[in-house]
């Protein structure tokens, strides 16, 4: 059993594991007209609304980490708390969301 990892993680760790080619799953829980505006490369779009119904497409990365990211963070918290009850054991939210990534760690993506 791993370690329980702290529910927020912040867009410099997610970064620098990005960078250092660790395994997870960036999901991005915003809506699609969110993502059709800015969006971070190699995050898979799963909307919030959509979560509920769409939870099996995730059952492949039951045991791998999740770090989930939206607009400013509540989305992705409310969404990364749902998936630990589910049983996903690794789950984090990326606090600050994609605008606190776009003013911190690539500034090629669009605020809105």
């Not at 702290?6 to 970064?15: A, Q, R, T």
């Not at 997870?24 to 190699?42: M, Q, S, V, Y």
């Not at 690794?90 to 911190?104: F, R």
Request: hydrophobic share 40%; aromatic share 6%; glycine share 6%.
């Amino acid at each position: 059993m791993m370690s329980e990892l702290p529910i927020e993680i912040s867009c410099e760790d997610v970064h620098a594991l990005r960078n250092s080619r660790s395994e997870f799953l960036l999901l991005d829980c915003r809506e699609l007209f969110e993502h059709k505006t800015a969006r971070i490369d190699g995050a898979q779009l799963l909307p919030m609304s959509e979560i509920q119904d769409r939870a099996d497409e995730l059952e492949p990365h039951r045991e791998q980490r999740i770090i989930v990211h939206c607009h400013h963070g509540g989305r992705s918290l409310r969404v990364a708390q749902w998936l630990l009850a589910q049983g996903f054991s690794q789950v984090q939210s990326m606090a600050g969301g994609i605008d606190a990534w776009s003013q911190q760690i690539d500034d090629s993506v669009p605020r809105y």
